[in-house]
């Protein structure tokens, strides 16, 4: 049975931070009974939580983000307050300033958090739509690995194989190909069949060309200009000869070879 007459003590009496100041200079061993079992815990909870942070530690919201810990807890005497409270280090943050911090934002995010479709889809959303506006455009120049490190999501990350496109393709499903973005996933290239999608996306869906097309306006500035520079010199040797014989073996693309043999890898 809960200890009322000690509930009411600390509600009435002395004010909880004051109780603290006791708990943590020594004059008491510990909070009274059941200050962390009543209807006033998760008040008592933002008060010394906010009291910790903001005058104990005069930290601001962007020094609790770098610098909050367990053992900030535990030296500040409050590990049996998270115990009988919390489930996490971030439900105390959430507690006393609720909707102004995200999981990822600290130290180290909740164990088991990114196990959560949800959880991965609300910090994508986060990142994709509100750090970089939504923007595709946007987005395929600038993401990479270093932009979920600057944002506290390299735990996320890891889940996706440490692959910024597959980040991308779970919160816009075929939105994006793998070419487009500034890094294409680890050895993407040694695929044939990723070869013939890149080919294929660029002759006809971007550029509408038929064969005929191919073999007279095919040349290096076409793959420059759909970010393919890495597939067209480091498989196809810089020849676009190579690159349409490989989609359509069985062409003969005479005009192409005609440049091929007269300009060597400068086409």
């Not at 020594?26 to 933002?46: Q, V």
């Not at 991965?120 to 120049?141: C, H, P, T, Y």
């Not at 996320?156 to 793998?178: M, T």
């Not at 196809?236 to 091929?260: C, H, I, N, Q, V």
Request: charged letters at 30%; glycine letters at 4%.
């Amino acid at each position: 049975m809960k200890n009322t007459k000690t509930e009411n003590m600390i509600a009435t009496d002395a004010s909880i931070i004051n109780v603290y100041e006791k708990v943590l200079n020594g004059d008491l061993k510990h909070f009274p009974p059941y200050t962390w079992e009543n209807r006033n815990s998760l008040y008592y909870a933002k008060v010394l939580t906010k009291y910790l942070f903001e005058k104990k530690l005069v930290w601001t919201l962007d020094d609790i983000k770098q610098k909050f810990s367990v053992k900030i807890i535990s030296d500040y005497k409050l590990s049996g307050m998270k115990k009988a409270l919390f489930k996490s280090f971030f439900e105390i943050i959430d507690n006393a300033y609720p909707n102004q911090i995200l999981p990822w934002e600290l130290h180290s995010t909740p164990k088991g958090f990114w196990k959560s479709d949800k959880n991965r889809m609300k910090a994508l959303k986060w990142l994709f739509e509100g750090k970089m506006n939504g923007d595709l455009d946007v987005i395929k120049k600038n993401l990479s690995k270093e932009t979920f490190k600057n944002y506290g999501l390299e735990g996320l990350l890891k889940l996706f194989n440490f692959s910024p496109y597959n980040a991308l393709n779970f919160y816009y499903p075929n939105k994006v190909k793998p070419w487009e973005l500034k890094y294409v996933p680890k050895n993407f290239w040694e695929s044939d069949e990723h070869k013939k999608e890149a080919l294929n996306w660029l002759f006809h869906e971007k550029l509408n060309w038929s064969c005929e097309d191919i073999e007279h306006k095919l040349n290096r500035n076409v793959f420059h200009e759909y970010k393919l520079d890495a597939l067209f010199f480091d498989y196809f040797k810089g020849s676009p000869y190579f690159a349409a014989k490989f989609l359509y073996p069985d062409k003969e693309f005479k005009d192409l070879l005609k440049r091929k043999k007269k300009h060597g890898k400068k086409n």
